[in-house]
């Protein structure tokens, strides 16, 4: 039991990296980055390809985290210029493109059937027991230096702008700053970020496959951050955490409903998860952490 | 810094929304803009600020063309508009909305945030007294805390010229200022506005409230259906038969 708490608390600790990138692109700046998968698979490949080849683990996260940054620069010429809408539809078309990109690059990525025996980090502790603990402890610690950052970006003169540039990108041009300065470079940071969770979660699981970066996990982190709260960076960490909980809540469902058949019970953790979702943006629309608001 | 606006000419399909339009506002002059509803007022404050490419004409300032720029580079070389309906920074306070308009800011710059934080906040402290002095100025001190999107329409436009003053602009376009405002705030924003003229800052206001609007400008151009049809002192401008006649429901 500890073993499985330990492993739910590392998960949560790797997603919420994620949702702290996404708060920052769409909470606070207003971007509908449904692509975030994409960087987050880039840096799991990266981790994977590099110290399967013999690689120091370092090599793996400094270049996933590159990857995905360079990846998101391009972005920020050309889809800044659409609408939100089609903002929302071309980074999941980018996301859609680096997952089907690795199943069709078998000589790198062995396609569908992925990489195994990554190594996992801190393994020179042979203890079962020490090993996560001190993975987790590293984690909580990456999360927190982010959300001091984060705290930081959200308070600073920059957090003003990308504030306004949420509320109304036209009046900040018309005041004489490019919108598309601001949005790139917050592409960028959500960008490395998520390829640093993509790191931690390869060298974790073991193993990569295009499976696990599926637009489904964006969609868990979108939902991570709207229980949580929009816009709150202690939001996004309350929120992983209560989804999470909700998902593998879930899996106890079958102790409680011996009379519903497995392939019905799979669908109704996902139903239950809906219906959470559905609930609480119908009573608690601001989330978790409240107002819609900033900071 | 005087903008001149000339042979400006934009159409959607056959109809000239803006047709052959020139003048000038000079440098620290107090210009009104009236015209019918659908007259072309706001394209034509789109056009002058970027924010719509004309099919032809030109528009410059102090004699450079800024016919290759956007609206941002405009803002930054002394034009700024306001919008007729407030595009107010609603989640942002009043001092937020301010402060962010100031230009040339280091901590905007994620390097700098880090690398400098000595810099960013002596320019934070500095430009949080100016946003203090423009509060006051502008009778909104006492709002400073709330989000903006809460306010009254009166006080959102006056946040707007605010947020337009912050940039250090010398030319602002105001669009429609008195509309939903109340008539004790018409004349306090009427005041500022004249005020900030007697400063050096040039104006081109957009107005449906003709009294008022002929109180605070020296000239007055008339826009129907795109084109130009009168411009000269307030008075004789609004004397014109031909201007009454637009007004009237333009039978012709």
């Known amino acids: 039991m500890e073993a499985y708490l330990l492993a739910i608390a590392i998960f949560v600790a790797i997603f919420t990296l994620l949702t702290l990138g996404l708060n920052l692109q769409y909470g606070l700046t207003g971007l509908t980055n449904f692509g975030l998968v994409g960087f987050f698979g880039i840096g799991a490949y990266a981790s994977a390809i590099l110290t399967t080849h013999g690689y120091p683990v370092v090599a793996g996260f400094a270049a996933g985290a590159a990857l995905a940054v360079i990846a998101a620069w391009p972005i920020g010429l050309v889809a800044l210029r659409l609408r939100d809408d089609y903002f929302a539809i071309a980074t999941l078309g980018l996301s859609e493109v680096v997952r089907v990109a690795i199943i069709s690059e078998k000589e790198l990525t062995a396609g569908v059937q992925g990489i195994p025996g990554i190594p996992r980090l801190f393994a020179v502790l042979e203890s079962r027991t020490w090993q996560p603990l001190l993975l987790l402890a590293v984690l909580v610690a990456a999360n927190l230096g982010v959300v001091l950052v984060m705290r930081r970006i959200a308070r600073s003169p920059f957090g003003r702008v990308i504030g306004a540039i949420r509320d109304n990108e036209e009046a900040v041009r018309a005041l004489g700053k490019d919108p598309a300065r601001f949005k790139t470079q917050v592409l960028m940071v959500g960008a490395g970020l998520s390829a640093v969770a993509g790191s931690f979660y390869a060298h974790y699981v073991g193993y990569v496959t295009p499976d696990q970066i599926t637009p489904l996990v964006t969609f868990q982190i979108w939902m991570a951050m709207i229980l949580g709260g929009t816009g709150r960076i202690s939001g996004a960490v309350l929120g992983t955490l209560l989804l999470m909980l909700l998902i593998e809540g879930a899996r106890f469902l079958p102790d409680l409903l011996p009379f519903v058949s497995s392939t019905a019970m799979a669908e109704l953790r996902v139903f239950v998860v809906g219906l959470a979702l559905v609930l609480f943006t119908v009573y608690r629309p601001q989330g978790l952490m409240g107002e819609v608001a900033r900071r | ?252």
Do not use: C
């Open chain 2, 1 to 252: 810094m005087s903008l001149e606006i000339s042979r400006l000419v934009k159409a959607y399909g056959p109809i000239r929304v803006t047709d052959d339009v020139s003048f000038t506002v000079p440098a620290g002059g107090l210009v009104g803009l009236i015209g019918p509803n659908g007259a072309g007022k706001s394209t034509l404050f789109s056009l002058v600020t970027g924010f719509l490419a004309p099919d032809s004409g030109s528009v410059s300032l102090d004699g450079r063309s800024l016919d290759r720029t956007g609206p941002a580079e405009r803002a930054r070389r002394g034009l700024v508009r306001t919008f007729q309906v407030p595009r107010e920074f609603s989640h942002l306070t009043v001092r937020d909305n301010l402060m962010a308009a100031a230009p040339g800011q280091a901590g905007e710059t994620l390097g700098a945030l880090f690398l400098l934080p000595g810099r960013v906040r002596r320019e934070e402290e500095a430009l949080r007294r100016r946003v203090e002095e423009m509060m006051a100025f502008l009778k909104l001190d006492r709002v400073a805390e709330v989000p903006a999107g809460n306010l009254s329409g009166g006080q959102k436009k006056l946040v707007e010229l605010g947020r337009a003053l912050m940039t250090g602009a010398r030319t602002i376009l105001l669009d429609e200022p008195f509309a939903g405002v109340n008539p004790v705030l018409i004349e306090e924003i009427s005041a500022r506005v004249r005020e900030l003229n007697a400063r050096g800052i040039g104006f081109l206001v957009i107005e449906h409230d003709l009294a008022a609007l002929s109180r605070l400008v020296t000239t007055l151009h008339v826009l129907d259906r795109g084109r130009l049809i009168a411009g000269g002192p307030p008075a004789a401008v609004l004397a014109d038969p031909a201007v009454r006649d637009a007004y009237l429901g333009g039978a012709s």
